[in-house]
């Protein structure tokens, strides 16, 4: 903040007429007012004062720019120290979230009800889309993604990972219900995500890897959201994050002590300055998540 610094002294200087009298009423020693005032000048590409042994007075420039901060500096400062003051306070506000369908009406809606809960002065507005594009449009504070969907772009705040689970409708997909191992994989119908084109690469409970390479597939699709509806309507198993998975009754977890490569889920912001509302409902979402891992 040094040019609205700078600024406040420019015009204790003005009106005082004296760089030793306002660095008395700012509190600063001489040389910081002058440092300030001098690189105010070298910004602006003129000079603010005529210098006299006896008293400073202002130049063409410099009463040009008093005149204008006159009316205005104080209003400056007192709604910078207002917006300050904001940030630490009680959250308040509306905070505008977006996030991919599924993720928000399951996973988001534990931590906003608690959040309201805790805040009452908030309001929270959740835009879900399918479309990755759409996540950052609209305005939204907080644009809550699975990294593996799309590029990011913004201010990252990792929120967790999810573990992926082997999952099908077995309803349709008779055939998997006798699934046993994963080597049994290779033969199955299986739905394709950007990432995992043509292998899955699961872990086993006692820390063993098995490579799966895919054979037969009829869809491949680069959302987890389009994944999770292919799977429902009995296009093949897919690997989906767990919680997504178990929140739907048409699904069934196949190979239980199997697990695919972990997704990352994050919140993005376009600035690191966030308001408090914002910021703090970032951090419950963060511990809600841990908690439910």
Not at 225 to 253: D, F, N, W
Request: aromatic share 6%.
């Amino acid at each position: 903040m040094d040019r609205l610094q700078a600024l406040e002294v420019f015009m204790l200087v003005a009106k005082l007429g004296s760089f030793t009298a306002a660095s008395r009423a700012a509190n600063l020693t001489a040389s910081r007012v002058t440092h300030l005032i001098q690189n105010l000048e070298k910004e602006l590409g003129v000079s603010l004062f005529s210098r006299t042994t006896r008293r400073v007075s202002l130049s063409s420039a410099g009463q040009a720019l008093f005149e204008q901060l006159d009316p205005n500096l104080g209003f400056i400062t007192e709604t910078l120290q207002n917006i300050k003051e904001l940030s630490n306070e009680e959250p308040k506000g509306t905070i505008r979230i977006s996030a991919p369908v599924k993720f928000g009406s399951t996973f988001l809606m534990k931590p906003i009800t608690v959040f309201l809960k805790k805040y009452p002065d908030v309001r929270i507005v959740l835009n879900t889309t399918n479309d990755p594009q759409e996540i950052f449009k609209g305005g939204a504070d907080i644009a809550f993604v699975l990294v593996t969907e799309m590029p990011l772009s913004g201010v990252r705040h990792k929120i967790g990972v999810f573990s992926s689970g082997i999952y099908a409708n077995l309803n349709v997909m008779t055939a998997l219900s006798s699934l046993t191992s994963p080597e049994q994989l290779r033969s199955a119908e299986l739905i394709l995500q950007e990432g995992n084109a043509s292998s899955w690469n699961l872990t086993g409970s006692e820390g063993q890897k098995y490579r799966v390479s895919v054979k037969k597939w009829s869809f491949k699709t680069d959302t987890t959201q389009a994944a999770l509806i292919a799977a429902k309507e009995g296009l093949g198993a897919a690997l989906l994050p767990i919680p997504l998975g178990e929140s739907e009754k048409s699904l069934t977890r196949l190979l239980p002590n199997w697990t695919g490569v972990p997704v990352e889920v994050c919140a993005i912001t376009s600035s690191r300055k966030i308001s408090s509302a914002a910021r703090n409902f970032i951090d419950l979402a963060k511990q809600e998540f841990n908690r439910e891992q």
